[in-house]
């Protein structure tokens, strides 16, 4: 089950006990709680099967919007991927802000930036994948995470970009001391590279803040480091 019908599953959990508790003193119907909380729960399993986790991830992005510090988190963490992706040559295809802008994309319901991974699934399904493809990518997961804790001290997003990194590292049989090695090398990588570049990462950010298509955005950076 997705995080986020687990959140869904824990709110009508706690819709049934407060509302159960109070619901005597309010003279409110028993009716209402079990209506409501059976509400929730049928969406959290509809989400969930039918619709792959995307609704709740809408509905849960949606309101997270609404905070002016999450959608800065959101840009400064897709701003560090994009821009070590260009930097070690990882070509960008796309890149989303919220998951609304990536289900119009024909997405899945998660913001973030896409990249051709072709080289290294083909090289996955060969079995034989070159440090160095392992090495670029490693970085560009890391970057989005390394981009947030420079810019706000701490880190809210990007468990999914540790996950990518650890599957990969677990598959290519890393000892844990290793993997957590490389883990943090590459965070450590890609910080040094977004202070290098600061005005090129200042001039991408400004322009997906005004959704810029992506070659616009490599314009950005690329005029900013001339």
């Not at 399993?45 to 619709?51: G, I, K, P, S």
């Amino acid at each position: 089950m997705s995080q986020t019908s687990l959140n869904l599953l824990a709110i009508a959990i706690f819709t049934l006990t407060i509302t159960s508790l109070l619901s005597p003193m309010l003279d409110i119907s028993p009716f209402f709680p079990a209506t409501a909380t059976f509400g929730l729960l049928g969406l959290a399993t509809v989400d969930r099967f039918a619709w792959s986790g995307q609704g709740g991830n809408l509905l849960v992005d949606y309101f997270a919007q609404w905070s002016e510090e999450h959608r800065q988190r959101v840009l400064h963490h897709e701003a560090g991927h994009f821009l070590v992706a260009y930097l070690l040559g990882v070509p960008v295809t796309g890149y989303a802000l919220t998951a609304w802008e990536a289900r119009q994309q024909g997405n899945q319901a998660a913001g973030g930036v896409r990249f051709d991974d072709q080289r290294i699934q083909a090289q996955l399904e060969e079995g034989v994948i070159g440090s160095d493809i392992v090495e670029r990518y490693c970085q560009v997961w890391m970057a989005g995470g390394a981009a947030e804790q420079m810019a706000f001290g701490d880190v809210e997003g990007g468990v999914d970009d540790v996950m990518k990194l650890r599957g990969l590292l677990n598959e290519l049989k890393y000892s844990p001391q290793m993997l957590e090695q490389k883990e943090r090398w590459a965070a450590f990588q890609a910080k040094q590279m977004i202070e290098r570049n600061d005005d090129g990462y200042e001039a991408l950010k400004a322009a997906m803040a005004e959704r810029k298509p992506v070659e616009d955005c490599i314009e950005a950076i690329v005029g900013a480091t001339v």
